[in-house]
């Protein structure tokens, strides 16, 4: 399923560029535009899902294969032995402004505890 007017189904389908690093069946990996660390990934599905609640509710296994995808990046960045973060922002709340499910993989730099 595809949102005519989500951004990130645009950088799916390639109507939008993005520095892509990563292309698994389910998922796309990209290069932030406004990276916050060293390595600062987007990862999402390839399906337009707008939050964890409805990925998880209605697609048993998407989060897993995203948490596979982000581990793969951070291995390939060289960022998975000294650490990093996956965070996914669920709700305007809680900092969320694009509503198709992505992870931010975040590393190469110390991270502090608990984020702002
Ligand atoms: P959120 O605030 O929804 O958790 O994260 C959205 C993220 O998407 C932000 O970190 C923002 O910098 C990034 N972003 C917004 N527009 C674009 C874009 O057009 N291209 C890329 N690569 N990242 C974007
Ligand atoms: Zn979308």
Redesign the pocket.
């Known amino acids: 399923m595809v949102d005519p007017d989500c951004?990130f189904c645009k950088?799916v389908e390639g109507e939008?560029p993005?520095e892509i690093v990563r292309e698994g069946e389910r998922t796309v990996a990209?290069?932030?535009?406004?990276p916050q660390a060293p390595t600062h990934v987007?990862v999402i599905p390839r399906e337009h899902h707008p939050d964890v609640a409805s990925a998880s509710a209605g697609d048993t296994g998407l989060m897993d294969v995203l948490a596979r995808e982000a581990h793969e990046v951070a291995v390939a960045e060289g960022i998975a032995e000294t650490g990093y973060r996956l965070v996914f922002?669920t709700g305007a709340g809680a900092?969320?402004?694009?509503f198709h499910l992505?992870g931010?993989l975040l590393g190469g730099r110390g991270l502090n505890w608990p984020p702002g």
């Open positions: 951004l950088i939008v993005a990209f290069r932030d535009i406004n987007l922002n900092g969320q402004t694009v992505h931010h």
